[in-house]
Structure formats: structure tokens, C-alpha cells
């Protein structure tokens, strides 16, 4: 059974930081590329950050500067730092994987086949 599980999330003031993890298991996902994607209430799930394989990192205009993006393959993980962070960063974080590359593809929700279940960023202004 394939599984990508969150972990990190938590409640920090403006201007602080959290690093968010993502574990996978039941493959590997050295050939897909892993990203992160947010949801707030009331919103449309949204993209944040997304690391293929091959090529940079691509990131959302509203995290730029922020957040970095990183992978480790030998531990099947990928990693979300976001420092900075505002009160509008409020949101559950959701990991995602998926055989996909580029843009726009890789910000497009649906074009993963990996989901984790997600966990919760909260911040205080």
C-alpha cells in the first residue's frame, strides 16, 4: 500500500518557522515528482512548492523567498522549510506525488496520483 504521511505542522507566531516532512512508502518515488499543496478553509486546494526529479525547484509567487522545497530519495522524504511565515499561511499542508513534470502540470492539483492526508499550519499574528 503506498502511503505519503505528513508531519510538522503546528501552531508558530508571524515570523517564525516550521519544517514540514513528508514520508513515503509502499514505493519509491525517485522518478515522480513530490510537491506540496495547501487548502484554508472555504479555498480551493492550492499549489506551494514542487521538486521532480530533474530540473529546480518551482515554487508559488506566495512562496518565494519563504519556503524552500527539498528531497532526500535514500529516505523517501521531502521536505517543506518555511520560514517568515504570515497569519495568511494558514492552512493544511498537503504532500503529493506524481509522474509529472513542468509546468503548468506540476502546480495542477489533479495531476498527482499520491496524496497525503495532511497536516495543519497555523499561525499567529
Known amino acids: 500500500q503506498v502511503q505519503l504521511v505528513e508531519s510538522g505542522g503546528g501552531l508558530v507566531q508571524a515570523g517564525g518557522s516550521l519544517k514540514l516532512s513528508c514520508q513515503g512508502s509502499?514505493?519509491?518515488?525517485?522518478?515522480?515528482?513530490m510537491s506540496w499543496f495547501r487548502q484554508s478553509p472555504g479555498k480551493e486546494r492550492e499549489f506551494v512548492a514542487a521538486l521532480s526529479w530533474i530540473g529546480p525547484p518551482a515554487y508559488a509567487d506566495s512562496a518565494k523567498g519563504r519556503f524552500t522545497i527539498s528531497r532526500d530519495n535514500a529516505k523517501n522524504t521531502v521536505y517543506l522549510q518555511m520560514n517568515s511565515l504570515k497569519p495568511e499561511d494558514t492552512a493544511v499542508y498537503y504532500c503529493?506525488?506524481?509522474?509529472?513534470?513542468?509546468?503548468?502540470?506540476?502546480?495542477?492539483?489533479?495531476?498527482?496520483?499520491?496524496w497525503g492526508q495532511g497536516t495543519q499550519v497555523s499561525v499567529s499574528s
Open positions: 509502499g514505493r519509491t518515488f525517485n522518478s515522480y515528482t
Open positions: 503529493a506525488a506524481g509522474p509529472v513534470v513542468g509546468s503548468p502540470s506540476s502546480w495542477q492539483a489533479s495531476r498527482y496520483n499520491y
